[in-house]
């Protein structure tokens, strides 16, 4: 059974800096992974979507990285402003659940201090 | 419409109601989602419709939960007998088809008191 994981749940830095986020995931046969965006109240904004035969993705000051054999990917988020606080979601597509869903990590609740 | 659009936005109501959550999708996309998102708890796929077929279920929690779509379009997802453990926000998403990426609307907030 597929399981995605993000590491840290939580996390707080001051405004300019550069930051990584974690996802893991137990079952390397994805069909693709993307990196959504939460805002409070709020539904899931696609950030990059990276298919299983690509190592990254790039948008703006966002760069998302995948590892299919060890199971992980990583969001690079440069130079991080206020306006990036939100919850970042990790998700997989598994080709053996026909596409049709998605497996979400829980997420991290990042806190861009001013 | 211009992107999905989810209605109410709020609900509460009492144990044993039951209530109906709507979601109408973006215009042409053909799949549609629903998602439970509860406290401290990632994203629970609940079902899938392609067109108003609805070939994978099995995300539905107990069979007090029923969701329909009509003509390819507006969907309402049904919780019966609502309980306390139904509190979650639900949030659905549309895609032009089956593995095309998801949008999302900003969801129901549903309180069972």
């Known amino acids: 059974k597929q399981e995605v994981t993000q590491i840290p749940a939580a996390l707080s830095v001051p405004e300019g800096e550069n930051l990584v986020l974690n996802c893991s995931f137990t079952?390397?046969?994805?069909?693709?992974l993307q990196w959504f965006r939460q805002d409070p109240g709020k539904g899931l904004t696609s950030l990059l979507l990276?298919?299983?035969?690509?190592r990254e993705q790039t948008s703006g000051r966002l760069n998302a990285s995948l590892d299919k054999s060890s199971g992980r990917s990583t969001l690079y988020i440069a130079a991080s402003q206020p306006g990036d606080s939100a919850t970042y979601l990790c998700?997989?597509?598994?080709?053996?659940?026909?596409?049709?869903?998605?497996?979400f990590g829980k997420g991290t609740r990042l806190h861009i201090l001013p | 419409g211009a992107g999905v659009s989810q209605s109410p936005s709020n609900k509460v109501t009492e144990k044993g109601k039951d209530v109906e959550l709507r979601c109408d999708p973006i215009?042409?996309?053909?799949?549609l989602y629903w998602y439970r998102q509860s406290l401290g708890q990632g994203l629970e796929f609940l079902i899938y419709?392609?067109?108003?077929?609805?070939?994978?279920k099995s995300g539905l929690p107990s069979d007090r939960f029923s969701a329909e779509r009509t003509g390819g379009s507006v969907s309402t997802l049904t919780i019966q007998r609502t309980q306390q453990e139904d509190s979650a926000v639900y949030l659905c998403?549309?895609?032009?088809?089956?593995?095309?990426?998801?949008?999302f609307g900003d969801g129901t907030r549903l309180s069972i008191l």
């Open positions: 079952d390397s046969a994805i069909y693709n």
């Open positions: 419709f392609q067109g108003n077929s609805a070939p994978d």
């Open positions: 998700a997989v597509r598994d080709p053996l659940l026909d596409m049709t869903k998605i497996i």
């Open positions: 990276i298919q299983s035969s690509q």
């Open positions: 998403a549309s895609s032009l088809s089956q593995g095309w990426p998801q949008h």
């Open positions: 215009s042409g996309h053909t799949a």
